[in-house]
């Protein structure tokens, strides 16, 4: 087990994986290591056909509070060239299982970009959330000016990141950063029941859909559609399929295989 990550299943069902940030004394702020092992053990889970979802969360006071302030100020341009991090943030893209982020407490600079590369959010009543980068003089790397500008429009997302200003969770919600806000105590059994309706269909199915949603954010419209018509197309080649529309004619529950 590693000392800055833990995974386990929650609630002792298998179907799902819980990945928790673990460097509470600086509010889990994220080192080229912490996302190596993040995306290292995401890549693991992906391979692992019993897991059908994953929850990504941090501890009550943080999800995580941005990239390492202390190990960033001593870099230099050469060195954050020939860093790992980008391709770590390519590669956290390509899983293609469901990711949610269960963000409690900050979600914060590279913290926020964190939640926001998952395929949704799912927050504490108390969650706050923001690219504070501006404040010590820097700009945001991994998603902060593209996904956020993306998920709130340019008004929002410029206000965001050019005064450092936080959203509530509340706030968020309401501007469709985040999927649902939750009272922060319960959020890990919200986040569990959810990743649980998603365990339930066919992998298959969920692997597609997440697929053709992500495509709709680099796609032109016309393109999209035509991307995601060919996702249709290809989930009628599952024993899935057959599984998921024989059942609803029957009046019983499907039995996915993921195949
Ligand atoms: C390193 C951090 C940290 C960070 C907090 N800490 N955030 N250390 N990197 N990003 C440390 C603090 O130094 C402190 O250590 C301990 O965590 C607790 O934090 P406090 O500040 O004492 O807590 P609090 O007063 O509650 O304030 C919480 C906070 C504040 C508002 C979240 O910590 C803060 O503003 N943090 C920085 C947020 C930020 O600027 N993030 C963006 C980073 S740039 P000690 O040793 O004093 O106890 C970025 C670029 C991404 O993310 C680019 C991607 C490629």
């Not at 941090?58 to 790992?84: H, R, V, W, Y």
């Not at 391709?87 to 407490?105: C, D, H, Q, T, Y």
């Amino acid at each position: 087990m590693s000392e800055l990550l833990t995974t386990h299943p929650y609630n002792n069902d298998l179907r799902v994986a819980l990945l928790q940030l673990n460097r509470p004394k600086v509010l889990n702020a994220l080192t080229t290591d912490l996302l190596q092992e993040i995306v290292d053990e995401l890549r693991r889970l992906d391979d692992l056909p019993e897991v059908r979802c994953i929850i990504l969360t941090g501890n009550d006071k943080a999800f995580a509070a941005g990239a390492d302030i202390l190990k960033m100020s001593q870099s230099n341009p050469i060195e954050q060239l020939t860093d790992k991090r980008m391709r770590l943030w390519k590669e956290f893209a390509m899983i293609s299982k469901p990711i949610i982020a269960a963000v409690n407490g900050f979600a914060l600079g590279g913290g926020h970009e964190l939640a926001m590369a998952c395929d949704f959010v799912i927050a504490g009543d108390s969650a706050k959330f923001g690219q504070p980068e501006i404040n010590i003089g820097t700009t945001p790397g991994a998603g902060g000016t593209q996904r956020l500008t993306r998920a709130l429009g340019k008004s929002k997302a410029m206000m965001l990141a050019l005064t450092g200003e936080m959203l509530s969770a509340m706030d968020a919600y309401e501007c469709n950063l985040i999927a649902r806000v939750v009272p922060a105590k319960t959020l890990l059994q919200e986040c569990f029941e959810v990743a649980k309706k998603i365990a339930d269909k066919s992998p298959i199915a969920v692997k597609l859909t997440k697929d053709s949603i992500n495509k709709s954010q680099e796609l032109s419209l016309s393109d999209g559609l035509e991307y995601e018509r060919r996702n249709f197309y290809l989930s009628f080649a599952s024993a899935d399929q057959k599984e998921g529309m024989s059942a609803f004619l029957e009046k019983r529950a499907p039995e996915y295989k993921g195949n």
